[in-house]
């Protein structure tokens, strides 16, 4: 049994970083060739993907190098600096990104005119810096210090620091508080979108009764405009909702054990469970472009046009 997992673990593996390469890949590609997802908004995804992509890149692989090698580190303490870290910064960004993209929705649904006007290229730029700046200044403080590792340790073992402050500091800004903070964004969204259904639909009795047809004429394009622009909103509102119920469980299982192991003394955890927890956590770095084909049709297309177009001789 031992020897059937050891040989099956290699092959899980490989197959979730092939996913999450090819299906990120698709996500940043789709973006750039597909027109219609040529918005200034789905760079907040680029960033997304890119953090993912990332993970699947730098992060993974080492991971299955120390598991094939029964847990030992065998490449030396620069590069398993480089791994904890890289993994904290990566695997922050994701999350962030999830977040700023949430803060994007719920902006354009409350007041999807005025934010349209600031949603320029720049604005979303200066987003995605403070999330990657963010994930910067959650990630490197152990290299610098923050941390209790040994020299003689790091040698046979590369692990995350278990001190227990700097715990609390990542994990409350890598999961907890964006967690905390994108349910109640969503709260919002919620109740927001649910109060411009009400309002248009007022608004669509009256006019229809005549009471002041010749009265608001010229903004009835506006309305239009405006029930199109909250309609796709709330679309995409609900396709980032799925992914976060996604991320919350995926990632849930290892902060968990992530802060609560080192502060409980008679706690334990099997590796093996607690290789399962950190493997849950990167899949939703595979998920997030499956979901994105699965509920959002502008998606969907771009995908499909990519890969019908690298099937098709002369295309």
């Known amino acids: 049994l031992a020897n059937y997992s050891i040989s099956i673990y290699p092959l899980i593996v490989v197959i979730i970083i092939f996913m999450t390469i090819i ?101 979303v730029c200066i987003i995605i810096a403070i999330v990657w700046l963010a994930s910067g200044c959650i ?58 259904i009400r309002t248009n639909r007022v608004l669509k009795e009256i006019v229809e009764c005549g009471i002041i047809l010749s009265l608001y004429q010229p903004a009835t394009f506006l309305q239009k405009r405006e029930k199109i622009s909250v309609a796709k909103e709330k679309r995409a509102a609900k396709t980032i909702a799925v992914i976060i119920f996604v991320f919350s469980f995926c990632w849930l299982p290892f902060f968990s054990a992530y802060v609560i192991l080192p502060f409980c003394e008679t706690c334990s955890l099997h590796p093996k469970v607690q290789q399962a927890f950190v493997w849950l956590g990167y899949i939703n770095s595979s998920l997030n472009p499956v979901l994105y084909g699965i509920l959002n ?14 099937s098709i001789p002369g295309h």
Request: overall charge positive; proline content about 3%; glycine content about 4%.
């Open 23 to 123: 299906g990120n890949s698709l996500v940043v590609i789709a973006v750039f060739s597909y027109r219609p997802l040529r918005k200034v908004q789905n760079y907040l995804l680029v960033s997304l993907a890119a953090s993912d992509l990332c993970v699947a890149t730098f992060v993974m692989p080492l991971h299955v190098v120390q598991f094939l090698a029964g847990g030992r580190w065998l490449l030396g303490m620069v590069i398993c600096h480089f791994f904890t870290t890289a993994d904290i910064f990566l695997c922050t960004s994701s999350i962030l990104n999830l977040c700023a993209i949430a803060l994007d929705r719920y902006w354009a649904i409350h007041d999807p005119l005025n934010y349209a006007q600031k949603r320029t290229l720049r604005f």
């Open 139 to 196: 990630s490197v403080p152990p290299l610098i210090g923050w941390n209790d590792w040994s020299g003689e340790s790091l040698k046979t073992h590369c692990q995350l620091t278990t001190e227990k402050a700097f715990i609390i500091f990542s994990a409350s800004g890598s999961f907890f508080v964006p967690l905390i903070l994108m349910i109640i964004v969503y709260v919002k969204i919620f109740l927001a979108a649910r109060q411009r």
């Open 297 to 310: 049709i502008e998606f969907r297309r771009g995908f499909k046009k990519i890969l019908c177009s690298r």
